[in-house]
Structure formats: C-alpha cells, structure tokens
C-alpha cells in the first residue's frame, strides 16, 4: 500500500523453488500467487531464482502459467548463475514469453553474479 502511495513501481516476486510435496510450488500454485500479486496492485512480477536451481523446463513452465494467469503485466526473470543453468534458463523462459531477464556487466557475471548481458545481448541479437 505505501509503495502504491507514493506512486512508485510496485513488482511483485515470486521466489523461485522446488518442494517434495508436488502440491506446493507448482505451476497452479505460481499462477494464483500472480494473480493475487495483481489484485494487490503490482505494476510488474519477477521471478526470483537466486539460487540459480531452475531448470529450463521448470522456468518455462512457470513463465506460461504466469502468463497465461496475467499476460498484461511485465515478467522479468532474476537468475544467478550458481548452478550454470541461467543462461539456458532466461533463454527457456523468453521463448516462453517472459518480457525482461536480469544481467550482469561480463566482468561481473558468472560465479555467483548473473550471466553476461554482453552474452546475452549477442545471443538474442542472432
């Protein structure tokens, strides 16, 4: 409420990860928590994977449903390279239609960081 107060940029976000029990953090699950970040007044989502344990096929996964759920607000992708499947990951979740991903200058990217926007930029650019 006071972020929508000051008429700043509310972005509701979804931690990204996985559970044993398959009725919890699933894509039903992911697609209810953005509509109710929408009914709560968010202006944009973001999926928060900070540890960088999302497989393609599970961002993909979460990205349809959030679009399906709300395709008018923008889905920005936050991954950290940790694992090495955040490149693979931001591409799976774009073709899923994920409108933005998080990146990080080369010097700064990998390891812990994000992957390389200068990467990334090439690799969309083709």
């Given at each position: 409420?006071?972020?929508?107060?000051?008429g700043?940029?509310?972005?509701?976000?979804?931690?990204?990860?996985?559970?044993?029990?398959?009725?919890?953090y699933?894509t039903?699950?992911v697609?209810?928590?953005?509509?109710?970040?929408?009914?709560?007044?968010?202006?944009?989502?973001?999926?928060?994977?900070m540890?960088?344990?999302?497989?393609?096929?599970?961002?993909?996964?979460?990205?349809?449903?959030?679009?399906?759920?709300?395709?008018?607000?923008?889905?920005?992708?936050h991954?950290?390279?940790?694992?090495?499947?955040?490149?693979?990951?931001?591409?799976?979740?774009?073709?899923a239609?994920a409108?933005?991903?998080?990146c990080?200058?080369?010097t700064l990217?990998?390891?812990?960081?994000?992957?390389?926007?200068?990467?990334m930029?090439?690799?969309?650019?083709?």
């Amino acid at each position: 409420e006071a972020v929508l107060a000051a008429g700043a940029h509310y972005q509701g976000a979804i931690t990204f990860t996985t559970h044993e029990d398959p009725t919890l953090y699933n894509t039903k699950w992911v697609a209810e928590m953005a509509l109710h970040l929408k009914r709560l007044g968010a202006h944009s989502l973001c999926i928060k994977d900070m540890s960088g344990i999302s497989t393609p096929a599970m961002m993909r996964d979460w990205v349809a449903a959030i679009k399906d759920a709300v395709p008018e607000l923008p889905l920005i992708i936050h991954s950290h390279y940790t694992t090495g499947f955040a490149p693979l990951t931001y591409l799976s979740a774009i073709e899923a239609g994920a409108d933005a991903i998080d990146c990080a200058i080369s010097t700064l990217s990998g390891r812990t960081g994000h992957p390389s926007m200068e990467v990334m930029s090439r690799v969309l650019e083709d």
